[in-house]
């Protein structure tokens, strides 16, 4: 007996391996590190030079993230009553008043929409396709099929301004149903492929017991494929939503107003006099969070889903 | 409970023709046993029974009716398929529940409850009920789908070689149990097997398939004592008959070129000289190997026989089966 074996690596080789993963972490989490922490700061800290790892957190980059302000002159600060919460305590300080709340709230919830919105509904034809596509005799299957892959094969935004006339011709420009179509468009090729993929991997028999067990097509489809599906399902659509989320060229071209999203909204904010830096990295940060719970949330499935196939169950 | 008459059924896949012109009428109560080797159409008869294919020719009646325009769970069939057939993501109950809460039958949860338990008592996986499908081994996932197949009372039970993947001990008490359960439902089976000894106990008839046509179809001594044909003859017999050249005897009839002897079709103590090559112990039968005139075969002797290998044997046919060129019976 020695001490080396094949299969558990050498002490030496984890040592590294450690190293490798710490180096990777670091280099990925330190612009969301600084982000979050920009956040925090106030607007002369963030833009000190050198800039400040250790500082006083604040909240002044929320308040402003939420709020429209303006200057006030020292005689409108002193006729005001003395402030109620952290909010007009933090404005008053820095001589300010709250004229309205910002935009960002709709703005944020029009993200929400939209993101989920194309995201369910690309799962949900998806998933229709590619179980007839994997199940179902369909004439020019594998045509249709590269007809729907080569929609990827060129950049989205490569098609802008045919999609920003069709748009403006049929009423679409800066509706949410715009942009889920157009998000939907997008995803559901990845989508139907995907799920294809992950439905072939599912065998038959399973459908054809329920069929004899006294259940219709779609039943069977319902209770036995789809939860076996799941798996698949949560992949994708964790794909779906990332993109639908983060896309910026589209809606910067195509909302702006009631149905503009996040993304192109977070650059566009001021604060009195200059970028508002703070603000800006906590609208990143809220912005953040939605794709990072659902991933959350989901990453059972998807450690799942990459394995699926490999193990013979 | 109904009979089942398949008429003049074909089915192709693609080039390959899988059932042709395949007509047989299974009694009401009927236990039929398909034998064939693997593409002989058996599993294909399964499912057009069943209704997950449709035929491109021929009808199936059950009842009487033609269900060629029924759904899968119109025709009220349960099948036990050869693999695959449990729902990965239910428990074992509620795989064995999931035909009674089909819309079809829909029974109330108590009612579906007791009867879970009472399948999984007769199977003996009462105790794995609460188990994922796929934390059982091979053996308790077979016995909970015919458990599935169980619950309910259809019309048929379509069964392909659903003991398998068991092992002999667990096969030989299932196939006792499974007569049991056909002898106490007097349900209509039809079932598909590559054991012969599942063949013979448990059928009341047997169809033998060959290249996706009914060569024979009868009861099983019906089937082992005259088989129409040198191929239906080989499916059933341990061991297999021995097929000779029709001239190593004397008396044989016009046409006949081949001799099939099975082991009681040989008298041994008299005629021509063979030539012991091996003895077999097995166990509950004891095979002489012989070789007659450069040919070899294979016969069965008294566990306590003093023959060994090198002696000498005088063997004569009694009654025994004569096939032509083509391998079909002459007398």
């Given at each position: 007996m020695s001490a080396w074996s094949v299969t558990e690596p050498s002490a030496r080789s984890k040592g590294i391996a450690a190293v490798l993963v710490i180096l990777y972490t670091v280099i990925t989490l330190l612009p969301l590190v600084w982000i979050i922490a920009t956040g925090f700061k106030t607007g002369p800290d963030s833009i000190s030079y050198p800039p400040k790892v250790i500082f006083q957190p604040s909240l002044e980059g929320y308040v402003n993230l939420f709020t429209d302000r303006t200057r006030a002159t020292p005689e409108q600060l002193a006729a005001m009553p003395p402030p109620e919460n952290f909010v007009d305590e933090i404005v008053q300080r820095r001589g300010e008043v709250i004229t309205q709340p910002s935009k960002f709230g709709a703005r944020f919830l029009n993200s929400v929409i939209i993101g989920f919105g194309s995201t369910f509904l690309s799962i949900f034809l998806g998933t229709l396709a590619a179980y007839a596509f994997s199940r179902f005799r369909v004439p020019l299957k594998d045509d249709l099929l590269f007809f729907i892959l080569s929609t990827r094969?060129?950049?989205?935004?490569?098609?802008?301004?045919?999609?920003?006339?069709?748009?403006?011709?049929?009423?679409?420009?800066?509706?949410?149903?715009?942009?889920?179509?157009?998000?939907?468009?997008?995803?559901?090729?990845?989508?139907?492929?995907?799920?294809?993929?992950?439905?072939?991997?599912?065998?038959?028999?399973?459908?054809?017991?329920?069929?004899i067990d006294g259940y219709t097509r779609l039943q069977a489809f319902r209770k036995v494929v789809l939860p076996q599906a799941a798996t698949g399902i949560a992949s994708t659509a964790i794909f779906c939503l990332i993109f639908a989320w983060n896309e910026y060229a589209f809606a910067f071209l195509l909302t702006s107003g009631t149905a503009q999203t996040a993304p192109p909204f977070i650059p566009t904010i001021f604060g009195v006099g200059g970028k508002d830096w703070p603000a800006v990295a906590a609208g990143a940060t809220l912005f953040l969070l939605p794709v990072m719970i659902f991933t959350i949330l989901l990453r059972k499935h998807l450690l799942r889903g990459i394995t699926f196939g490999a193990v013979r169950k | 409970m109904a009979e089942v008459v398949l008429d003049g059924l074909s089915k192709a896949f693609g080039k390959t023709q899988a059932l042709q012109g395949v007509s047989m009428t299974i009694p009401d109560g009927a236990f039929v046993v398909l034998l064939g080797p693997t593409g002989a159409g058996k599993t294909t008869t399964l499912r057009l029974i069943s209704g997950l294919d449709a035929p491109d020719a021929g009808d199936v009646r059950i009842g009487g009716a033609s269900v060629l325009a029924d759904t899968p769970a119109q025709r009220d069939v349960a099948m036990v398929f050869q693999q695959y057939s449990l729902y990965p993501h239910l428990s074992v109950r509620d795989n064995l529940a999931f035909p009674l809460r089909s819309p079809i039958l829909n029974w109330p949860e108590p009612q579906i409850a007791a009867r879970v338990q009472d399948v999984a008592q007769v199977l003996r996986i009462a105790h794995k009920l609460d188990n994922k499908a796929t934390r059982l081994s091979g053996g308790e996932m077979q016995r909970v789908s015919i458990g599935r197949a169980l619950v309910r009372s259809p019309r048929i039970f379509l069964m392909d070689e659903p003991l398998s993947s068991l092992d002999a001990k667990l096969r030989a008490e299932l196939r006792v149990e499974l007569k049991r359960i056909h002898t106490d439902l007097g349900a209509t089976f039809l079932y598909v097997t590559h054991d012969q000894i599942e063949a013979m106990t448990m059928a009341s008839h047997v169809g033998v398939l060959d290249c996706g046509r009914l060569v024979q179809f009868g009861a099983p001594r019906e089937i082992y004592e005259n088989p129409v044909s040198t191929y239906v003859a080989t499916r059933l017999g341990q061991p297999r008959i021995n097929l000779l050249p029709a001239g190593l005897f004397p008396g044989a009839p016009r046409g006949?070129?081949?001799?099939?002897?099975?082991?009681?079709?040989?008298?041994?103590?008299?005629?021509?000289?063979?030539?012991?090559?091996?003895?077999?112990?097995?166990?509950?039968?004891?095979?002489?190997?012989?070789?007659?005139?450069g040919h070899g075969l294979i016969t069965l002797t008294d566990a306590h026989s003093p023959l060994g290998p090198g002696d000498t044997l005088a063997i004569r046919p009694e009654n025994p089966l004569w096939f032509d060129a083509g391998g079909i019976r002459v007398i």
């Open positions: 094969m060129m950049p989205p935004i490569a098609v802008a301004i045919p999609i920003f006339l069709m748009f403006r011709q049929l009423g679409l420009s800066d509706t949410h149903l715009g942009m889920i179509l157009l998000y939907t468009g997008v995803n559901i090729s990845l989508a139907v492929w995907l799920l294809k993929g992950f439905i072939d991997e599912i065998p038959r028999e399973y459908e054809e017991a329920a069929l | 006949a070129t081949q001799i099939g002897l099975r082991p009681e079709h040989i008298r041994q103590g008299e005629g021509q000289a063979a030539t012991v090559r091996r003895i077999e112990h097995l166990g509950d039968q004891t095979r002489l190997h012989l070789t007659l005139a």
